[in-house]
């Protein structure tokens, strides 16, 4: 994954240690000038002295505004087209600009300045909001049964990924129970149920057309009744800016308070799916976000601008159809995948 993205990182770094031109862009270390010493002191002085300017001529060099503006603009280019947000551009632009420009830096050294401030950048953004494990989040609350709303666009795999926290709660002996809330989308309750009778758990659903609303709230006194642990609310897939039915998210959320609200998308969305979870964010209030299609999402950019944007952490990746193919996220890890 993330070939891309791994690769702008990896041309950027090469260009930047490619030697410049000699006359407008490159500033060799003159030699140190000598102070007033006894003849004696003076020569062995000197002898060093040249010797360590010799050695900067040949290892170290300056690089110039101008070069450094260049270089970065195919940098820009590569990012952009990997999905990275441009306010994170310009903090990596602004980062490398003040650990590089005007600095004397060996040649041999600037490859690995480059990388340790990228991943500081991007590891200080995706570890800022603070990571949730679902399966933890529930053993260790105090309230039960834990409430669970799963929003995000139609077609983003939102029902799957719901069947993927089932079977990681049952997998840890967490009980809990499905609400079928999308009430609108033809087959949904159908597509819900044969996870629920896969996974051996109960899907309390209505009619279709009934209040979504409704079928959260009976879940909840389900889950209340039988003292379960966790109640996973489906909802309909949904654009940001169909406003009639993100009310019927805040009804939902307004009737049974839910505990955590998940923002699930595809990966492969792009900028699409960073301006999808911001506005959710911002209408409905989420606070995580799980990705899917992650196998097949070669660029990664869409990770650090999502998190970004929201300011919510990266909670589960999504990497196949089976039920186990969920991998909770690590920041650390992916940085590694994206830059070597």
Known sequence: MFNFLKKAFKEFSDKVTKPQNKESEVQIEKPETFSEKPKEVQKVDAKQNFLEGITKAITETKISEEYFNKIFQELEIELIQNNVAYVIIEKIKARL??????????????????????????????????????????????????????????GHGKTTSLAKIGYLLKSKNITCVFAAGDTFRAAAQEQLQEHGDNLGIRVIKHTYGADAAAVAFDAVKHAEARQLDAVLIDTAGRQHSDSNLMDELKKIKKVVKPDLTIY?????????ACEQGKDYNESIGIDGMILTKSDVDDKGGTFISLVHETGKPIMYLGVGQNYEDLQQFHPQKFINSIIE
């Open 97 to 154: 600009h003040k650990q590089i420009v005007g600095h004397a830096v060996k040649r041999s050294e600037l490859s690995g300045i480059i990388k340790k401030e990228l991943q500081s950048l991007i590891l200080d953004i995706l570890e800022m909001p603070k990571p949730i494990d679902i399966a933890t989040y529930v053993t260790e609350a105090k309230k039960k049964p834990v409430v669970i709303m799963f929003i995000g666009t139609n």
């Open 264 to 272: 699930v998308c595809e990966s492969i969305a792009g900028n699409d």
